[in-house]
Nanobody, 129 residues
Framework: QVELIESGGGLVQAGGSLRLSCVHS???????MAWFRRAPGKEREFVAR??????????FYADPVKGRFTISRDNAKNTVYLQMNSLSPEDTAVYYC?????????????????????WGQGIQVTVSS
């Protein structure tokens, strides 16, 4: 069992910043964490991913957020963060935290929802123009 609780969403003006947090807990091991988002009328899409189990982070970002978003972790607090800068209205979405509970996944599958079996309830991020 894995529980994920997101926080930090809200309303921000274009160009502003927000930091999302995801506290993960439970008896099932977590090997990596990711952020996804679902914009109105669109499919859920990958945002960023970070490994949890090794000293050297392996991090991936979706192209639309590269250079603006930063994913990080604090294993002592069982928390993963998503720092979002230079926000635009196109970033408006419900953001979901997700956990990978299997030790390995196929390399190219990291952006797919099927690689993650635990999900938070989602948190709204709204960017006004």
């Amino acid at each position: 069992q894995v529980e994920l609780i997101e926080s930090g969403g809200g309303l921000v003006q274009a160009g502003g910043s927000l930091r999302l947090s995801c506290v993960h807990s439970g008896r099932t091991s977590r090997y990596a964490m990711a952020w996804f988002r679902r914009a109105p009328g669109k499919e859920r899409e990958f945002v960023a991913r970070i490994t949890l189990r090794w000293n050297a982070d392996t991090i991936f970002y979706a192209d639309p957020v590269k250079g603006r978003f930063t994913i990080s972790r604090d294993n002592a607090k069982n928390t993963v963060y998503l720092q979002m800068n230079s926000l635009s209205p196109e970033d408006t979405a419900v953001y979901y935290c997700a956990a990978q509970v299997t030790p390995t996944i196929p390399y190219n599958s990291y952006p797919t929802t099927s690689s993650y079996t635990a999900w938070g309830q989602g948190i709204q991020v709204t960017v006004s123009s």
